[in-house]
T-cell receptor
């Protein structure tokens, strides 16, 4: 079966750094996505990792360890607008991805 | 092109009625996906198309659900004999396969909210 785990909620302070972890046990792995989703809106693509290591994109970085079934999303210099749900998703093949239930991040002043 | 477009954005229907949602992907995108999302959960895969071919369907897609992409451009998702459990947001997404970033960036539409009463 497919199992993707991420914390339900996290809170952090504006200007700080936060790391959102994701662990997975899935059949078929062809990469891992991170999406941001504000309440009532569609998910927005943040990153895609298919090889082990760290991918950096501005304030956001994503890390993958395939052998450990582990990824994290690192958000630096947090801003209030970063308050959202962050979804980890495993891509199985060309079409299908399985999503975690998301981590709701609240950024406080 | 302004991105993936879905309509209607909101639909309230009585149990037992049929509903149809339409998705217009980003124009050059050859892959189109349907997902369903309920409150507090991540999107669940329903089906996807490569051009006009439906390549995979989830077991979640019961006989009451059907999706088409007749000309490889827009797609429709029809739910027949709706049930209260069908209430959810139906998300469409698209991507381009070809080139170095093939299929790795998937763009979601704003979603179609269905409420079955």
């Amino acid at each position: 079966g497919q199992n993707i785990d991420q914390p339900t909620e996290m809170t952090a302070t504006e200007g700080a750094i936060v790391q959102i972890n994701c662990t997975y046990q899935t059949s078929g792995f062809n990469g891992l996505f991170w999406y941001q989703q504000h309440a009532g809106e569609a998910p927005t693509f943040l990153s895609y990792n298919v090889l082990d290591g760290l991918e950096e994109k501005g304030r956001f970085s994503s890390f993958l360890s395939r052998s450990k079934g582990y990824s994290y999303l690192l958000l630096k210099e947090l801003q209030m607008k970063d308050s959202a749900s962050y979804l980890c998703a495993v891509r199985h093949n060309a079409g299908k991805s399985t999503f975690g239930d998301g981590t709701t991040l609240t950024v406080k002043p | 092109d302004t991105g993936v477009s879905q309509n209607p954005r909101h639909k309230i229907t009585k149990r037992g009625q049929n509903v149809t949602f339409r998705c217009d992907p980003i124009s050059e995108h050859n892959r189109l996906y349907w997902y369903r999302q309920t409150l507090g959960q991540g999107p669940e895969f329903l089906t996807y198309f490569q051009n006009e071919a439906q390549l995979e369907k989830s077991r979640l897609l019961s006989d009451r659900f059907s999706a088409e992409r007749p000309k490889g451009s827009f797609s429709t998702l029809e739910i027949q004999r709706t049930e209260q459990g069908d209430s959810a947001m139906y998300l469409c997404a698209s991507s381009w396969t070809g080139g170095r970033s093939s299929g790795n960036t998937i763009y979601f539409g704003e979603g179609s909210w269905l409420t079955v009463v």
